[in-house]
């Protein structure tokens, strides 16, 4: 039976709810051995592994026991129910939320938006078309006709010993609707002012949204990480704290602040990928987080040679009768400074001034070493981006041509970096 396109109409959240319990009623009345067997003859028959989606681990329990595979899967229409329940509940709350009761509600969007973008999806058989569109007529009316007709059954379950753990069948219009309500309901969720964005909080807010697709608020949810007014609990109004941008607390981790690079990249989005850079890369938080951990232990070291050389030089008088003590305690010290004093000084030239892993964007000549190694991650994204808008055959480097290459040119020039050197390119030496 050949489907009349028609066009959407508005639908609310409420709606779909409503709808989708309506789905929900009618499946749960069909024989369970018919729906069983037809499962298993369409596993057999199908040429694409069933995706398995596991119920997530709680960030507050991490060690929980995940669920076993031949479980199934959680009920989307509960989950999407119970996280518009609970954002609401959180925003509409005059006291400041639990961080527990937030990510909880961050856990269940994650499950529930990968159940929307690895759900399945069948054909419609004509006597369910005439029943969801009889339910639509009576119960939604003509604004809500349109999606019950497009509504498929829920998923069936399978037996235990198949191992198949697959979810709700749902179709293209209604899981779009889903995903733009629950980007929009995660987003609204961490932009209330009341919620104070925690390190796990913007873990699950990253990986929501890169892979429902939907990486626009990203630059704007990481300058809140930094910036945002501290909220203070038990107190009525609420009172809010300046944070300081500057502290090692708000610096994006590279891993977050690559996630959401790659799903800018994903979508072609120059502007997107850039504001992503300043607001990770470049925030003043980064650069003083990376120097505490990368550069504090060898700088631990420099500050205790001193003492070990003195302990050194120390023990080598006592066992030697040619020279004496005091000189040959000076000696070992002297000597312990200079081998590692040279040692040390190569390895930082050899390790600042290293480009075997440059493709396409380099450092432009002057800028300091210390410089260069301190914005290495910033080089890399840009190396990134540059790889993603140019031609993928080597022997084609260099003859890009657009308004967005040319734009990345000019900007990858404002920061001290050179995209295409001409001396390092293929056949251009």
Known sequence: MCRRAAKAPRISINSLLRCLANS????????INTRRASTVTAHKSSNFPTARIKVPQSFTKPGDKSVPSNCSSPNPITLLRSVVNGQKAIT????????VDVLELLDKCRGLSEILMFGET???EETEEKEHNSEAENDEGSS??????NLEEESQRTPDN????HVSQLPIAVRETAKNTLIRLVDSLLLDPKIFITPEMLQAYVRIQALLGAPERMPEIFHLYAHKPVPSPNTSPIKYMTPDPKSLRNAIPTPLADAALDSA???????????IIDTSFRAPAFPRAKLLKRAGPPFAAIACLPVIAAAAGQYVSDWQNTLDPSTATWMTVAGFGTYFGVTGTIGYVSLTTSNDQME??????????WKRWMREEERSAFDRIALAWGFRDRRRRG?????????????????DMVLDKTNLMDDME
């Open 360 to 369: 396409r964007v380099t450092w432009a000549p002057g800028l300091s070493l």
């Open 24 to 31: 929900h009623d009618t499946s749960q009345n069909r024989n």
């Open 399 to 415: 003859e890009e041509t657009g308004e967005d290459w040319e734009a990345l040119r000019e900007f990858c020039g404002m920061r």
């Open 265 to 275: 990249i994903s979508k072609h989005n120059l502007p997107l990928a850039l504001n």
């Open 144 to 149: 809500t006709s349109s999606l019950l007709n």
């Open 92 to 99: 509409a709350s005059n006291t400041v939320p639990d961080e």
């Open 122 to 124: 069948d054909a419609f």
């Open 162 to 165: 198949l191992q198949i753990s």
